[in-house]
């Protein structure tokens, strides 16, 4: 016997303040028509739903806190026979200052690639993804349906890619060794520039161990030779907005791992601030679970058998600056240190722990 089918629509990911709707429009029933709908919230944090009868209600996403909280709604329809069916919506609510990706494109007429339309997408439309290619230019593509785009992006020599504005670009990876890279391929089509001229700016980049990307953000303009017009966009992999104070993170690469007893451990200390505002009176204190040896360390720290202090003062917004501490185990096992950063005003940041093999 046919039943009715509840549908409640996509799972989302939406922002804190935003009106969702709750879509069950879609739901239907073979033999019949639905009669009935009913919405009840099942997790998250609680909210108020315009009308849980209606086929389609609303509500406002909850200020959530960092990292997001997810909310599940379950939808109950009933049809003319009294027959029922449930499906289940769930939302992940975003913090506003929680990263994220998206491709904003605008074209113009003749510009060979788009034409005067815009597109943008984010993550509910498909995923991104982020990646090196040659030396440190970096890649970011994003997949949906019917549709694949790629940005290239390529410093100078194809060295490390930093905040700025990088003009003269040419097309990646044809670009002089003294130019910038850059290239787009468009998404439904696939058409791209034989040569192009453009600009982009980059906000963050930020490469990881193992030649990751952990985040990126870029304004791009492109041209192709021959094309009266240009597209313009806005690309973003996993960049979060700066929060209106410091924030101080902490990384720490110790070379090599495992180590020999009594050779040189250098320990890799970067402190970053990604923060909308500039720290004062930062400072790094590293602790050893065993005596060292010191051998050398950036003149702005001091090291002793078992401790490397180190005064940074005052870091900018969107800075980060990188010292070395280098020592020697004494003996076999395992050497731990633990890192901690401390600037005025702020709770201290750590410890970050790493734990070096001494063979």
Not at 186 to 209: D, K, M, S
Not at 270 to 281: Q, W
Not at 312 to 320: C, E
Request: net charge negative; glycine share 10%; proline share 8%.
């Amino acid at each position: 016997m046919p039943t009715p089918n509840a549908a409640a629509g996509p799972d989302l990911v939406v922002d804190e303040g935003q009106l969702v709707p709750l879509d069950g429009s879609k739901s239907s029933d073979g033999d019949g028509s639905i009669v009935a709908y009913r919405w009840l919230q099942q997790s998250g944090p609680t909210v108020v739903l315009s009308d849980p009868t209606a086929a389609v209600a609303t509500f406002v996403a909850p200020q959530v806190p960092t990292g997001g909280s997810d909310l599940a709604f379950q939808l109950t329809v009933t049809d003319n026979d009294g027959n029922v069916d449930t499906d289940t919506a769930k939302f992940h609510v975003a913090n506003h200052y929680d990263p994220t990706s998206s491709l904003h494109v605008i074209g113009q007429d003749n510009d060979f690639l788009l034409g005067p339309v815009e597109r943008l997408f984010t993550v509910n439309d498909g995923y991104f993804r982020a990646f090196l290619d040659m030396g440190q230019s970096i890649y970011v593509e994003y997949q949906g349906e019917g549709s694949s785009w790629l940005m290239a992006f390529a410093a100078p020599g194809n060295g490390p890619l930093l905040p700025g504005v990088y003009e003269g670009a040419t097309r990646y990876p044809f670009q002089a060794a003294n130019e910038p890279g850059l290239d787009l391929s468009v998404g439904e089509t696939g058409a791209g520039c034989n040569q192009l001229t453009g600009r982009f700016v980059v906000h963050e980049a930020e490469y990881g161990p193992l030649r990751t990307v952990v985040s990126f953000a870029a304004d791009f303009e492109v041209t192709c030779v021959g094309a009266t017009g240009t597209v313009t966009g806005t690309v973003r992999f996993n960049d979060a907005l700066p929060k209106p104070y410091p924030v101080l993170t902490i990384d720490v690469i110790d070379t090599p791992d495992p180590v020999k007893v009594r050779n040189t451990l250098t320990y890799q200390i970067t402190v970053r601030n990604r923060g909308g505002v500039d720290a004062a009176g930062v400072a790094l204190h590293t602790t050893f679970s065993d005596k060292i040896t010191p051998v050398s360390a950036d003149p702005r720290c001091t090291l002793t058998a078992t401790a490397a202090g180190c005064t940074v003062g005052a870091l900018p917004a969107g800075a980060s600056t990188t010292l070395n501490v280098a020592v020697k185990p004494g003996r076999k096992g395992v050497l731990t240190g633990s890192t901690t950063a401390t600037a005025t005003g702020l709770a201290p940041v750590g410890p970050i722990t790493t734990a070096t093999q001494v063979q």
